[in-house]
């Protein structure tokens, strides 16, 4: 990987004076669920046609669709949608430097799209540039009393070139693969993101050919990462792919891999790779599962989602994502599931949305009916598919089941959300759960709120947790009041 590495920068900074113009930060990423609000109302509305369930979410196809869009075009209750996505693509089209504060009194908590609350209290330190064929950006996070024990990070941070309509790039970039509010099967940024070489699709247009024009607009992306720290296998290496494409003005579909692969003494040529691509090389024999014959551990799944707008005049959209182990000649086993259902009302000076997201992911193993933990573990990799102790898909982990009540607003300066979680987690007690080593029941009520302060932003929170945790000998009850806080000025 090291060696991929030196030659992804190498070839970076060779085709910078020859590929096409970038002149804007290259992606959208997951730190900010108001933008993803507004981007998903356009889409909803049919004003993006373009497929918006992958993150990084690449600007160029929604600068190309935004750009024909005015006020005069689309319906009032559009409007702040458009002021939205257009004032972030102006953000991105700076070079920019940036710090974010912030504190909160527990660290450990769930993260969904855009809550990011990994410390008891950190500094993150950026700036930008953009080019003519190329954009880069250095970011690095420093925490103290972090769970997990990263004090110092870099995510956020890449060196990307656009190569005719793909960008490749060096990034730890954090991803979330789905259409879900609260959480994410496959890819999610409840860990930390991890360090990759990427190749995506700069812009969704759609094939030309009259035989492949039918899957409408389209974008793919493709990583070969490094799991390294927070795993007890050394060089724990990762790929994954997706596809994502709207055929329909009505209907996203999305397409997902990913493997863990590699790592300590086990194979690691090219042959291997290709291993990955066509499916596991493993025995038919299942009581060789984690053998040398296997080539990795893999999850496979499928995601759609439902725009009702285009159909019935109706502001709802449904969703569905499934994800299961990819096994040698089978299809994906063990599958794990997540449906919601979100309905938003607007006006010219505001959007407010409510979902319903529900969860679970207690994938049976086998014929053991009361053991849910094979999914996100594997007998090659101790850790599982973690990093520093954090799941990187569910933000449930394993054995969970979670009801997600949401809501967002946005009026003007003011952005505003509020959430009630009701979680059964790790249930099965088997102790492989980075959550709780325990049963653990717990309600949550969560709300924010974000508005400009001295040319920057401010973010709070307050969530009220009702928990109660059991083993087969005990159980007892934990309460808590949390209160996070970030502040981020940018130039």
């Known amino acids: 990987m090291r060696r991929f590495s030196y030659l992804l920068v190498l070839a970076l900074f060779i085709h910078c004076w020859h590929s096409s113009k970038a002149q804007a930060e290259p992606w959208i990423n997951t730190n900010d669920k108001y933008l993803r609000g507004c981007i998903d109302q356009l889409a909803q509305s049919g004003a993006l046609s373009i497929p918006v369930n992958t993150y990084p979410l690449m600007w160029k196809s929604i600068e190309s669709q935004v750009d ?25 089209k700076k070079d920019n430097v940036g710090i974010r504060i912030s504190a909160t009194n527990q660290a450990r908590q769930f993260n969904s799209y855009g809550e990011l609350w990994r410390e008891k209290a950190g500094v993150n330190l950026y700036k930008s540039f953009i080019g003519d064929a190329w954009a880069a950006k250095f970011s690095v996070h420093f925490r103290d009393k972090p769970s997990g024990g990263h004090d110092k990070t870099y995510e956020g941070s890449y060196v990307a070139s656009v190569l005719g309509n793909w960008v490749l790039s060096l990034d730890q970039a954090s991803q979330w693969w789905g259409p879900g509010q609260d959480s994410a099967l496959a890819l999610s940024n409840n860990a930390i993101a991890f360090p990759a070489l990427r190749l995506s699709r700069h812009s969704s247009e759609a094939f030309s050919s009259p035989w492949l024009s039918w899957i409408g607009s389209w974008s793919l992306t493709t990583y070969l990462g490094q799991q390294e720290n927070g795993n ?125 997201e529900v969860s679970d992911t207690t994938a049976l193993c086998g014929n053991n009916d009361d053991i849910s933990d094979c999914v996100y573990q594997h007998p090659l990799y101790p850790e599982g598919y973690r990093r520093y102790g954090y799941n990187m898909g569910s ?43 325990l049963a653990w029941d717990e309600n949550q009520f969560q709300i924010g709120v974000r508005y400009p302060l001295f040319n920057g932003k401010l973010n709070a ?14 159980s007892s009850n934990d309460d808590e009041v949390v209160l996070s806080l970030s502040w981020e000025l940018h130039y």
Not at 275 to 287: C, E, Q, R, T, Y
Not at 301 to 327: A, C, S
Not at 461 to 474: F, G, I, N, V, Y
């Open 68 to 92: 024909r869009l005015t006020d005069v075009y689309i319906e009032n209750k559009n409007q702040t949608a458009l002021h939205c996505v257009k004032n972030a693509l102006r953000y991105a």
């Open 232 to 356: 007890s296998m050394p060089g724990t290496n990762l790929w994954g792919m997706r596809i994502n494409f709207r055929p329909l003005e009505s209907l996203e579909v999305g397409l997902s891999r990913t493997s863990q692969w590699g790592g300590g003494d086990r194979e690691e040529r090219p042959p291997t790779l290709w291993d990955l691509f066509i499916g596991n090389v493993a025995s038919d024999d299942h009581n060789e599962f984690g053998s040398e014959k296997e080539a990795a551990n893999q999850l496979s799944g499928i995601d759609v989602k439902w725009y009702l707008q285009p159909l019935f005049d109706l502001p709802v959209n449904m969703y569905l994502e499934v994800v299961g182990e990819e096994e040698s000649g089978d299809f994906p086993s063990h599958a794990m599931w997540l449906i919601g259902a979100e309905y938003s009302w607007h006006s010219k000076e505001y959007w407010q949305k409510i979902y319903l």
């Open 395 to 437: 933000t449930y982990d394993s054995g969970a089941k979670a009801v997600v009540i949401g809501y967002q607003y946005w009026k003007g300066a003011w952005q505003g959300f509020a959430k009630l979680r009701m979680l059964e987690l790790n249930y099965d007690v088997v102790g492989s759960d980075r959550v709780s080593a």
């Open 461 to 474: 929170q307050l969530a009220l947790r009702d928990c109660e945790e059991s083993s087969l000998e005990e």
